[in-house]
């Protein structure tokens, strides 16, 4: 992490208020602001309990997943394997399956971490059915049910996704986890899209 530009923003702000204060008087500065000092920002840096919550789901997993689609459900199987990345602050997640009538494997990337300065989990995820990113999801861990529970905001009418997706996962034990996923409509309607239980391999 570079700490130049919290320097400079901190070099300037203390310019700024020096300067309105000798030109309006002491009466006039504003409330001091908390500035960052550089073990504070080094803490926000590291991995912590946070992260280790996602450490069951470190390993391989066969996925078998029920995908919900107009003409019914569509049972299928694949492989996720999940791994720490960039200092155990990420678990990069490659996803794997194979598709019916001799099609190409579906293949997908995520990542999944913690963002210390804001206390929230996000997510991040890209696949072989798209050429675009996810909007990237965030949200709370629940260590009473041992669920996460993220969403993101989709406005993509050109293949009729608007609305909120919800991705719920549960991290029942080092050996499996599940994770199920739903669209809620701008009227507050939702629909199930996909759920999968990963077991380890």
Known sequence: MSVRPVVRAALAASVFVFVGCAQTGASDAPAPVHEPTMEEIMALSQPGDAHAVLQPMIGRFKATITSYMPEGMLQSEGVSQNDWVLGNRFVQSKFTSKMPDGQPPFEGVGLLGHDNSTGLYQGFWIDSMGTM????????YD????TLTMRRQLDMPQIGMVGTMEDVTVIESRESHRFSIRMIAPDGTSMPMLDIVYTRM
Do not use: Q, R, Y
Not at 133 to 140: A, H, K, R, Y
Not at 143 to 146: F, K, L, Q, Y
């Open 133 to 140: 990113m996810m909007p990237v999801s965030s949200g709370t």
């Open 143 to 146: 260590a009473a049910t041992h």
